[in-house]
């Protein structure tokens, strides 16, 4: 039987260089403008790679890594402005489903409906979804978080108690820094936890291939005025080690 071939993608830099670092046997392909790096994750081949920002950018890996290496499933992970209001500053929010908000063709078809696919929410795999949010329950436990990143650092983000959840994330090409941006999406879809700029863009591609995909998202900051700084400086400090760990316990 053929190796099955895990893709693993971020966006950005800081959200897979955790997962690079720690990959065995590494080769590096450059193709389109994104470098993919394969080898072993203890006894798993995957393919990791940051897809640059935005559906369009997301989209375009998604397929290089379905079509060139051939891989069964993609797992996204990243992070992601909190919507929800009960959503903090190192969350974990793990889509049950994702949404494309800034699709609207209406009239023609209801909003948000992607055009001749007749489909507005993308489901993920339940399956490892569902064991991804057993490693990320005991990572975030504090006795363990406190171990993998220091005190002051969690302190200045105020991570107390982390949680995770499971549920609706809504993906477009916007950086979400104002209240206005943040009250319409929540009016809007009062249902989804977070937002970002790609997930539901790789949730697409998957569907239509037919492969498996989860979306993994770290809350960076909370889609307002403060958004910018808080993604700026979570990005540098915290997300590499939730990126390293919760793909590394997935493989052990
Ligand atoms: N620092 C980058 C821009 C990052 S855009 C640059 O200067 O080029 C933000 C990235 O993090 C996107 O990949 C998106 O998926 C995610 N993200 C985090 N917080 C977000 C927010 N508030 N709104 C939208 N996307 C967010």
Redesign the pocket.
């Known amino acids: 039987m053929e190796e099955q071939l895990i893709g693993i993608m971020g966006?950005?830099p800081q959200e897979i260089d955790g997962i690079i670092a720690i990959l065995q046997d590494k080769t590096a392909t450059t193709i389109g403008n994104r470098t993919y790096y394969q080898g072993l994750l203890g006894k798993q081949q995957v393919v990791v790679v940051y897809s640059r920002?935005?559906k369009v950018a997301a989209s375009a890996t998604a397929s290089a890594l379905l079509l060139h290496f051939r891989v069964s499933e993609i797992i996204f992970i990243?992070?992601?402005?909190g919507i929800a209001p009960h959503i903090e500053v190192g969350d974990v929010v793990i889509a049950k489903d994702l949404i494309q908000y800034d699709m609207d063709v209406s009239p023609l078809r209801p909003k948000y409906e992607i055009p001749l696919l007749n489909k507005t929410y993308f489901e993920t795999s339940a399956m490892r979804s569902n064991q991804v949010k057993q490693h990320i329950e005991s990572f975030l436990d504090p006795a363990v978080l406190h171990t993998k990143i220091a005190s002051d650092e969690l302190k200045k983000f105020a991570i107390d108690q982390p949680k995770v959840y499971v549920g609706t994330i809504a993906?477009g090409d916007?950086?979400?820094?104002t209240d206005i941006q943040k009250e319409n999406l929540q009016q809007a879809l009062p249902q989804v936890l977070c937002?970002?700029?790609?997930?539901a863009a790789v949730a697409q591609i998957c569907y239509e291939y037919q492969v498996p995909c989860s979306v993994i998202r770290t809350i960076?900051?909370k889609?307002n005025q403060e958004?910018s700084f808080s993604?700026?400086s979570f990005?540098q400090k915290i997300s590499q080690v939730y990126g390293q760990e919760i793909i590394e316990k997935l493989f052990q």
Request: aromatic residues 12%; glycine residues 16%; hydrophobic residues 50%.
């Open positions: 966006a950005i920002i935005g990243g992070v992601a402005g993906s916007q950086f979400f820094s937002v970002e700029m790609e997930g960076s900051d889609a958004a993604f700026e990005v």
